[in-house]
DNA sequence: GTACTATTTAGAGTTAACTCTAAGTCAAGT
DNA sequence: ACTTGACTTAGAGTTAACTCTAAATAGTAC
């Protein structure tokens, strides 16, 4: 156990084959290769992987992860930059949320108003309405 | 006033003017031409514009604000179906918002890992505890 | 020993949303 | 008249992140 195939790890961690010889090419995760030159992941794999997909998650882009990824190579001297690293995408990240937050606002008083839960011949039109986002 | 050349539109609007063509060719905003037949904006295209943006913030993709345009330009009959599309567009929006949280917060204990806030000894590995986010 | 299946590679194709180029038109300024 | 600058078009190029194709190889099933 704890050796996986190509085809198997990516049933595991829910990514294609694909993706993964991507991820590879991108130097995300290397996968080890047996006799017959043919990748293998093992559990440290799953975790690894498991990560990314996390970093991903936030929006983190390829690039900054392979800049994380490169930085981990190099040792322990690194963390400090790569803490700087995580905290900038976080930072971006939640001014994502909250901008998208802020847009969704607009969404959710347009469904308001269609409706009818606001009056459609109230003075203040949904364009009024919508100039006090800007 | 309340006439825009392209290139002033743009200005105001904060978008480049590729941009407007571009979202000219794909039906989200037709402006009026000229007798030489240059495009010009009015204040409403100016709020139509703005309230575009506010779709695409909560992650609308440009094929459903099409789709909803399409029903604006056939009249009332489909206030409904404008409401459920933004309605689903809403629905999924907010989903997005809580996956990227939750991904944010194994970001976020990875950095105060990385601050050491967590100790580095302890019985639980980060690894570990990523676990329980699956 | 032949078919089937999973792999391998390099490289091409896809998608969404822009972003830019090239060649031309037009009006205003000097 | 000529230059400058903003515009016009069709169509090509870019970016991020995949997604797929084709041809070859290697182990497993009958």
Do not use: C
């Not at 156990?1 to 991507?22: H, P, Q």
Request: proline share 1%.
């Amino acid at each position: 156990m704890s050796k996986y195939g190509i085809g198997e790890f990516a049933n595991k961690v829910g990514l294609t084959t694909y993706t993964l010889r991507y991820y590879e090419k991108q130097n995300l995760i290397i996968p080890k290769r047996d006799e017959n030159d043919r990748r293998y992941y093992d559990d440290e794999d799953v975790k690894w992987i498991g990560f990314i997909l996390h970093l991903k998650g936030t929006g983190m882009l390829m690039s900054e992860i392979q800049e994380y990824v490169e930085l981990r190579k190099q040792g322990d001297s690194t963390i400090d930059r790569r803490k700087q690293l995580l905290e900038s995408v976080k930072k971006r990240s939640l001014a994502e949320i909250n901008e998208r937050k802020s847009h969704l606002n607009v969404l959710s008083h347009k469904i308001d108003w269609y409706d009818g839960k606001l009056s459609h011949k109230v003075d203040e039109s949904f364009e009024e309405y919508l100039k006090r986002f800007r």
